[in-house]
């Protein structure tokens, strides 16, 4: 609001001081009035393109995508406008200046009349006036596209301090760590950053939706169950798990729209399938291809063990293509692709439980191991979870700890995605044994069938803008908190659960912590009720959907509990951010299966949002939003 106040204040002057000369009677003239205006329009003009060319460079926007490239046509239109008309309009304002001439003339509308003549004649004596005025308009444009490629800092500030060696490992993870620090601050948004920062790498090729193998074997899937039922390790059990993680729910408007929550509509995530024995799929390393509902074969053959841990009948592996992302929120881009990540893994942990069986996370794997097996190119594609898939619920143990990557110095051809990918990842094969989980089982399914069945509440499930402004009950708050805390943390730790509560029955407008082992909302501070929403809304970059929700709900990462990750601060910080999206997810399927409407939100001030809920940068930090409101009927 206060935006559109310094916008429109030059405007809202100028129509005052016009309508105080009309009110003393000294209106001026026709030709005074159009001048002035169309000075205002200049300015107007040249800041809007100033900004958006400054836009364009400092992002790495596609320079030319429909609206830009109406933009510049519409510039060179006025360009040849100006040329036209600036020496008129240089006259008539000098002239305005200069007493004696007789064109400022008091009262009443009327036109130029005997001006013109001499208007003509200031034209024919300064015929450079109109090619200064363009000069001055293109170096203005120009100096603001150079100033949004320069402005800021492109690159973190690492040291490089690790060492090469398995015995540097302690180097090698406070290096590693040390990125996370500095990426995580890069990628923070603040109202200052955009002149302290610019993006790090180019970022303008924009990858197709879908990973097309035309070359590979392909393998239809029957169509995904609707309910849960027994067997996951069938074609239509893993079908149905596929479908529920990545598949297409919804076409709308142009929109290719999937079964989880993704950021922008991006999708940048790829997921592999491989397979050691699922009755109806040959053992191979498949691709899941969701534009079809199949599979594409990358290599016929039993998986080795890196892929599939001895053991395990079949694993999913997670990809995400950085630029799908990156191409429009840039550097943040990897904060988005572990949160959507996540979103779609819970849907994978949910189904394969509605199967009878089990999805569970590794929390360490060797990335670029797993990527020579997938035959992706890290600088594109980067592996980001390994899933093992059983047909019952295990246990695992890990045989032994992987490494940490080295930190490299020097600039990254991805900037910092490929920086704090390399330094969240980990190198050297970890093995692992599965166990049946031998005495829960038939406790564990029977709490699992009592629970909502997944399935419809994910086929069914989307993101809700449009809230009710029907107060939203403390009970069904209550049920969506405790369904995204119940479940035994998979990743991480570290993730802390914040609430603000703007029109909730029983609440006050205020900024809570959820304690999910005593399960209730402990207070923290109080918002003012006049501009509790606006401040919410300020936060989450002026959207609606966070200053128009009943509750928004906000993840943290507490630092220490990520420090302490058992694969190291640096992987805890990807493990905690992935933990988060699991828990985003759970809060959509329970909004879904109350009838509540809910949206994810990753979109936010860093700072701003951690003052909103009072907590401080050095403890924890604020990596979500979800907005969670009662559903408006209009839609
Ligand atoms: C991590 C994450 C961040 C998101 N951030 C925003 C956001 O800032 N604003 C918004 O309106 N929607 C946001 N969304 C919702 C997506 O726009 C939405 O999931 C996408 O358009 C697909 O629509 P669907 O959820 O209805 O399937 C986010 C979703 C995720 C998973």
């Not at 003339?105 to 036109?111: D, F, Q």
């Not at 990628?187 to 590979?216: I, M, Q």
């Not at 509790?532 to 300020?538: G, I, L, P, S």
């Not at 949206?599 to 930090?621: I, K, R």
Request: with cysteine; net charge positive.
């Amino acid at each position: 609001m206060d935006k559109l106040l310094w916008v429109l204040a030059p405007l809202v002057l100028a129509g005052g001081v016009v309508g105080v000369l009309a009110w003393r009677g000294r209106l001026p003239s026709r030709t005074v009035l159009n001048a002035a205006f169309s000075l205002l329009l200049l300015v107007y003009l040249l800041v809007t393109a100033g900004l958006g060319i400054f836009w364009v460079a400092h992002q790495h926007l596609p320079v030319f995508d429909w609206h830009y490239v109406f933009g510049y046509a519409m510039l060179v239109l006025v360009a040849v406008h100006l040329a036209f008309n600036f020496r008129m309009l240089w006259h008539t304002l000098k002239r305005r200046q200069t007493p004696g001439t007789g064109a400022a003339g008091a009262g009443t509308l009327r036109p130029a009349g005997p001006a013109r003549p001499r208007v003509a004649a200031g034209v024919a004596r300064r015929p450079w006036l109109g090619a200064f005025a363009l000069l001055g308009m293109g170096t203005a444009l120009g100096t603001a596209y150079w100033i949004g490629l320069r402005q800021g800092r492109t690159e973190l500030r690492v040291v490089a301090g690790g060492g090469a060696t398995p015995t540097d490992a302690v180097a090698n993870a406070q290096a590693a760590a040390a990125v996370v620090e500095a990426f995580h601050e890069f990628s923070s948004h603040s109202r200052s950053g955009v002149f302290r920062r610019a993006a790090s790498s180019d970022w303008d090729t924009r990858p197709p939706p879908f990973k097309a193998l035309p070359a590979a074997t392909q393998q239809a899937l029957p169509p995904p169950l609707k309910a849960r039922a027994e067997g996951l390790l069938t074609r239509q059990g893993l079908s149905t798990l596929l479908w529920h993680t990545a598949g297409i729910s919804l076409e709308r408007g142009g929109i290719v729209f999937r079964t989880a929550p993704s950021s922008g509509a991006l999708f940048a995530a790829e997921f592999y399938l491989a397979v050691r024995a699922a009755p109806g799929i040959a053992p191979g390393l498949w691709h899941y291809q969701p534009q079809h509902q199949a599979l594409a074969l990358l290599r016929a053959g039993e998986p080795g063990p890196a892929l599939l841990p001895a053991g395990a009948p079949a694993a999913l592996l997670a990809t995400a293509l950085w630029r799908r992302s990156g191409h429009k929120y840039g550097d943040r881009g990897y904060r988005y692709v572990l949160a959507d990540l996540g979103h779609a893994l819970e849907n994978t942990r949910q189904v394969a439980a509605a199967l009878r069986g089990s999805a569970t996370l590794l929390p360490q794997f060797d990335e670029a191991a797993l990527a020579a097996l997938l035959g992706i190119d890290e600088q594109q594609e980067g592996v980001l979870a390994q899933v093992l898939l059983f047909g019952a619920p295990v246990q695992l143990q890990a045989l032994g700890p992987a490494a940490q990557v080295p930190v490299q110095a020097g600039p990254a051809a991805l900037g910092v995605t490929e920086a704090i990918h390399r330094a969240t990842s980990l190198r050297g094969a970890t093995a692992w044994t599965a166990s049946t989980v031998p005495a829960a089982p038939s406790t564990a399914v029977a709490t699992a069938q009592a629970a909502p069945d997944p399935l419809p509440l994910i086929a069914a499930r989307r993101s809700h803008r449009r809230f009710s402004s029907q107060p939203l009950g403390a009970v069904p708050l209550q049920q969506v908190l405790v369904a995204m805390t119940t479940a035994p943390a998979q990743l991480s730790t570290a993730v802390r659960v914040h609430v603000l509560t703007l029109t909730v029955e029983g609440h006050t407008p205020a900024a809570w912590r959820w304690d999910a082992r005593s399960r209730r909302l402990l207070y923290t501070h109080a918002l003012a009720a006049r501009t509790a929403r606006a401040q919410a809304r300020a936060a989450a970059l002026g959207q609606d959907v966070v200053g128009d929700a009943a509750a928004v709900l906000v993840l943290t990462l507490d630092r220490a509990a990520f420090a302490a990750d058992p694969a190291g601060a640096a992987r805890g910080y990807r493990h905690a951010f992935i933990e988060a999206g699991l828990l985003g997810e759970r809060l959509y399927l329970q909004a879904q299966a109350l009838g509540l409407g809910a949206c994810a939100v990753g979109a936010f001030y860093d700072d701003e949002a951690a003052a909103l809920l009072g907590v401080t940068l050095g403890n924890e930090w604020v990596v979500h939003f979800a907005a969670l409101g009662v559903l408006n009927p209009q839609g």
